[in-house]
């Protein structure tokens, strides 16, 4: 089996991107399993896809298999934990320790999947200074030093939708690159900033669509 240098990334459509951590989450689970070699049929079953859209994707960036034998589960792992650029630990930093921000914090499953929350902030002064695990919850003002210190380039904001555009701001101003959003709004960013959204009741409203009404009577 043979690898192909990356192709530059704009060249690729992002919807592609956005399915390779998919491919990788479902081959690492393989793996755990013992299982040492697949196939993009199985693949396709597996995460409801077609076989040729995931030989597609996998074109992009090279030679993944060969017909008749499959995908080696462990090789295509490391390969596309290193297209993905997961084949280390990212520092994380996390702007709000509520509920959901202490939740993220004390989450132990991002690590082994090349995350690693690095600092907590918030401006809440009865939560600044108290513990979560092993990490302290600082002042907002002390965001420059700490993404300097730990060379972040991508953060979490866990605050309220009132707050999160005041956070984001601060965040680009300081150096991050890319933010993943746990607030229920739309972020104004410039062009060269990544913002990902995780918004649950997004997805409870898609899924009620198709569903019969069975509403909770006040």
């Known amino acids: 089996m043979t ?19 998919i491919y990788l989450r479902t081959l690492r689970l393989l793996k755990d399993q013992g299982i040492e070699v697949t196939s993009s049929q199985e693949l396709g079953e597996l995460l409801g896809l077609s076989s040729a859209q995931i ?4 074109s992009h960036f090279g030679e ?3 017909q008749g034998t499959g995908y ?5 792992c490391d390969q596309l934990e290193k297209i993905l650029k997961v084949d280390c630990v990212w520092p994380v930093i996390l702007v709000g320790a509520g509920y959901l921000g202490h939740a993220l914090a004390s989450y132990t499953g991002f690590e082994h999947r090349g995350f690693r929350i690095v600092a907590v902030f918030d401006n809440d002064p009865e939560k600044i200074g108290s513990a979560i695990g092993a990490i302290t919850v600082q002042p907002v003002e002390a965001l420059p030093a700490a993404v300097k210190q730990h060379r972040c380039q991508i953060a979490i904001i866990a605050v309220p939708a009132s707050a999160a555009q005041q956070v984001a701001n601060q965040l680009i101003e300081v150096g991050i690159k890319s933010i993943l959003c746990y607030a ?7 062009p060269h900033i990544r913002v990902e959204y995780i918004d649950p009741v997004i997805h409870f409203q898609h899924m009620t669509f198709y569903l019969e009404k069975g509403c909770i009577e006040e």
């Open 64 to 66: 993944f298999g060969k």
């Open 72 to 76: 080696n589960v462990a090789y295509l």
């Open 184 to 190: 229920p709004i739309t972020l104004t960013v410039p």
């Open 3 to 21: 690898h192909l240098s990356t192709p530059v990334l704009p060249q690729i459509p992002d919807i592609v991107i956005s399915r390779l951590p």
């Open 55 to 58: 030989r597609k994707d996998l």
